[in-house]
């Protein structure tokens, strides 16, 4: 005989009916309702014999009597009728549990999800995603917040924004990442520069002083400064613009010839696209997140919207861990 065995054997009628305690209370209040011990059962779909059984041991382990029988007919005692006042809210509410939580879901789909990215990231990757999301989701109210690198970091980590959207090179160990796109950098050039022609772009064909390039603090920047340096090759920017838009747009005046991501190219530009160098690795745009952070539901909808094959399949979503960890990517983003 186990040991769980023996206790259950020991335990005393008192114990053993506490664990019955909704049920009886259950059962007295339906039977307080309906005055009737056998409608109360019918209600119920239990016999008549159970509900009496279930009063009778929520009067004993009480200590009181709850009604006065007279024929088929019940009426609350004194007593009866204090335990109704207590009871009946509470097994109303046990009661009505499920639609309840249908209820709640329903308001949260009235909240707020808040974004952080960076301008390519909100020009180029997002807005199919929002549209869809917000058709499906028309009352939540979406915050795009236009923050880029550190800045992102810093308000996942202050929990200023729900999550973030973009790339970033080097992550602390608070941040998990998942890449969820993946793009080519590209040489774009003037239609008539020696480069559109090339059979071969080379990184001293890089380095020649013509090259526009994003801010120092974007990943891009880094990226290609980083290649530069490995490779021991010196080289110079003509230009930092602010924008993929931007370069593009320099790029077509003469200004010089610019590396971008694939991600902001549509085709329909007035430039040569070019290969780069295969020393140049792909770049990855994906979502960033607090680790332990609790997600919202709206937070939860984006992100199985945005990686139905990775983030709809999580096991957990009570903060970022455990399982969870299986799914994003901590530390550097990759490559």
Same mark, same amino acid.
Request: net charge negative; proline share 6%; with cysteine.
């Given at each position: ?225 980083? %290649? ?44 040569? %696209? ?62």
């Amino acid at each position: 005989m186990t040991e769980d065995r023996i206790a259950l054997d020991h335990e005393s009628p008192r114990h053993y009916y506490r664990h019955n305690r909704l049920k009886q209370l259950r059962a007295f209040c339906h039977a307080a309702q309906e005055r009737s011990i056998s409608r109360a059962a019918e209600r119920l779909e239990l016999s008549q014999p159970s509900v009496s059984l279930q009063i009778q041991a929520l009067e004993r382990e009480m200590g009181i009597t709850l009604f006065e029988r007279r024929g088929p007919r019940i009426r609350l005692t004194p007593d009866g009728e204090g335990l109704y006042e207590v009871a009946a809210p509470l097994v109303e509410g046990i009661d009505s549990l499920p639609e309840q939580f249908v209820a709640r879901n329903r308001r949260q789909q009235l909240g707020h999800l808040d974004i952080a990215a960076g301008e390519s990231t909100s020009l180029y990757v997002l807005p199919d995603l929002l549209r869809s999301f917000m058709v499906h989701h028309p009352k939540v109210h979406v915050r795009l917040h236009n923050l880029i690198g550190e800045e992102q970091i810093h308000a996942v980590q202050q929990d200023r924004v729900d999550i973030a959207v973009g790339s970033n090179l080097d992550l602390p160990d608070d941040i998990v990442y998942r890449a969820t796109h993946t793009f080519d950098l590209k040489l774009i050039t003037p239609l008539n520069h020696p480069l559109a022609e090339k059979e071969q772009i080379t990184l001293e064909d890089l380095a020649a002083g013509e090259l526009i390039l994003p801010p120092r603090q974007l990943t891009t920047w880094r990226l290609v400064n980083l %290649i530069f340096q490995q490779h021991s090759v010196p080289y110079q920017v003509r230009l930092e613009v602010g924008g993929w838009e931007i370069m593009k747009r320099y790029v077509e005046l003469g200004f010089g010839v610019g590396i971008a991501s694939a991600i902001c190219l549509t085709g329909q530009e007035q430039l040569a %696209i070019r290969d780069l160098p295969e020393i140049f690795p792909r770049r990855t745009y994906g979502v960033m997140l607090r680790r332990g952070r609790y997600l919202s539901p709206q937070a939860r909808r984006f992100l199985e919207l945005i990686d139905p094959q990775g983030f709809g399949q999580a096991a957990e979503w009570d903060g970022i861990a455990g399982s969870q960890e299986s799914v994003l990517v901590p530390g550097r983003q990759p490559q």
